[in-house]
């Protein structure tokens, strides 16, 4: 159980195009997901948290109008990039956790989303 | 500011030896994870540590937890070759569920 995906798990678009990339708990229902960046051989960095229904909550530094994040459902949350830059590439991922009593010990990381912005 | 350290943050040791990955942090917290990631994937979680002596093992890895020092080990035992990963140790800061990771182990075993 405690799966996450997330979609897509490559992409290389052109620099000021728009990329989206979802994430989604399969087998549960997330009542928080979070977005993470790691660079190469870097550790990660949380970006925002996002709590279905509501706005996501940014980390310091960065810019919410460039990564617009979406919580439309107990299941899915969306990343997108906008006007995507080269400075954008990076390894983008997603983590959900549940929210019942016991069950929000830990966070189930989706396989990551790599980005190249050319 | 919250701070997660690791050290080392590289390690090349011979299959069969011991050796511990240590992991500080800056502000009380009674929440600690570990995590393995293999080039190119994502992070596997290993152990969720949630109070202080608390202690648990899985296979060849044990992870500790001492809050009153603020310090988690990742201990190895007769390192495997298919250990070979970066480790990261995370710290759940006020119960928040959010995680600030540290710089990561790179750890190789060679045969």
């Known amino acids: 159980g405690a799966v996450v995906s997330q979609h897509p798990s490559r992409v290389i678009c052109k620099s000021g195009t728009s990329v989206k990339i979802e994430c989604r708990s399969l087998?549960?229902?997330?009542?928080?997901m979070f977005w993470y960046r790691q660079f190469p051989k870097k550790s990660l960095m949380l970006m925002a948290t996002?709590?279905?229904?509501?706005?996501?909550?940014?980390e310091q530094g960065v810019e919410k109008d460039k990564f617009l994040i979406n919580h439309a459902s107990l299941t899915l949350s969306t990343l997108t990039v906008t006007s995507a830059h080269p400075e954008d590439s990076s390894f983008y991922i997603c983590?959900?956790?549940?929210?019942?009593?016991?069950?929000?010990?830990?966070?189930?990381f989706g396989p990551g989303t790599r980005l190249l912005v050319l | 500011e919250l701070k997660v350290e690791q050290n080392p943050l590289f390690l090349s040791m011979q299959e069969g030896k011991n050796y511990t990955i240590y992991c500080n942090y800056s502000?009380?917290?009674?929440?600690l994870y570990w995590y393995r990631q293999d080039p190119g994937k994502s992070l596997e979680s290993l152990f969720v540590?949630?109070?202080?002596?608390a202690v648990k093992q899985e296979g060849r890895l044990m992870a500790s937890l001492d809050t009153k020092a603020r310090l988690s080990t990742l201990h190895i035992t007769a390192a495997v070759h298919d250990l070979s990963a970066t480790y990261f140790c995370?710290?759940?800061?006020?119960?928040?569920?959010?995680?600030?990771f540290g710089q990561g182990t790179r750890l190789t075993i060679n045969p």
């Open positions: 983590s959900a956790t549940y929210g019942a009593s016991g069950l929000q010990e830990t966070q189930y």
């Open positions: 087998d549960f229902q997330a009542t928080t």
């Open positions: 996002s709590n279905e229904g509501s706005k996501a909550t940014y």
């Open positions: 502000t009380t917290s009674d929440r």
């Open positions: 540590l949630l109070s202080n002596g």
């Open positions: 995370a710290v759940d800061f006020q119960g928040a569920q959010k995680l600030v």
